[in-house]
């Protein structure tokens, strides 16, 4: 099995593409979603192929990537892959530089190399449609060749961050419904791991003795601190760039990405969560929010 085969997003799926001269084709398309953070609360989003977040994209150190981005909403729209260098044409900031806004009804083809290895994200470019929901992970994984078996992770997790402002009657509880999320998110309320919210969050699986890679990514307006119950962690990577510390807590700054790694060796059932206290809340209901856990079989 190959590094690729052992990369997942629980409750996100892998971006299908089509594969040919070191190049890999993706399309995403952006559009106007209905996405449940948990099971009665609903949110008219905006998603990538009808999910927030989008669909996970994967490459090969060194390949080349041709990412087209239909645009079904009823505003312009671009799209930005964060923190992997790219031609000034392919950056995805029009009101900057010389990529274009993609109206409504067509589309663009990004192209560019995806030189660096590492873990990034791609967001629309007009900021609060990434608010409501225009993000989704983008990881390139080392070339083949320069794998070395020890270095191979068994299972490598992604685990997305957002956050949302919904209106609620008070706090305390959650109140059922379909809800539009504030745009601005200054006072967010609810607050999700790959699109949901504890307890619709899904496990991660091992097995004693694996080795584990979770890659932490966050684009909200906050800095999250993130800690795994039961395991001290390996610091690999921040921002596509090597690290050699040991934790068991991080802070994840907006627009940062974390790689950490450590073994599967204390059987259980074990939370891995945010650690601000009202980020483990559905609107200040409890347990909710930025949770998931780590779960032996």
């Known amino acids: ?78 799209l930005h892959v964060h923190g992997l260098s790219k031609p000034n044409s392919q950056d995805g900031i029009p009101e900057i530089e010389p990529t274009p806004f993609i109206q409504p009804g067509e589309s663009y083809i990004y192209q560019f190399q995806a030189w660096q290895e590492g873990s990034f994200f791609y967001h629309a470019g007009p900021v609060l449609q990434v608010t409501q929901g225009l993000i989704g992970a983008f990881i390139v994984l080392p070339r083949q060749e320069n794998i070395h078996p020890f270095c191979l992770p068994d299972r490598d997790y992604i685990l997305l961050i957002q956050q949302w402002q919904i209106e609620q009657p008070e706090l305390g509880e959650v109140f059922p419904g379909t809800y539009k999320p504030n745009k601005f998110a200054q006072q967010p309320n609810f607050f999700t791991i790959n699109g949901k919210a504890f307890p619709e969050t899904s496990p991660m699986y091992t097995k004693y003795g694996e080795r584990i890679r979770l890659r932490f990514i966050n684009k909200t307006n906050a800095s999250h601190s993130m800690h795994t119950h039961g395991h001290d962690f390996h610091v690999v990577s921040v921002d596509g760039f090597p690290r050699t510390t040991m934790d068991d807590t991080i802070s994840v700054a907006s627009g940062q990405r974390w790689d950490v ?11 891995i969560n945010g650690t601000k206290t009202f980020h483990q809340t559905n609107n200040g209901k409890t347990p909710g929010g930025m949770i998931t856990r780590l779960q032996y079989v």
């Open 1 to 78: 099995m190959n590094w690729e085969q052992r990369v997942s997003m629980p409750d996100v799926t892998i971006a299908p593409y089509q594969r040919g001269n070191n190049t890999r084709y993706f399309k995403l398309i952006a559009e106007p979603i209905h996405h449940n953070i948990l099971s009665d609360i609903m949110l008219e989003a905006l998603g990538y192929n009808g999910t927030t977040p989008g669909p996970l994209i994967v490459m090969e150190q060194g390949e080349w990537i041709q990412l087209e981005v239909e645009n079904r909403l009823d505003e312009p729209t671009s």
């Open 261 to 271: 790694e450590f073994y599967a060796n204390n059987p259980g059932v074990w939370p």
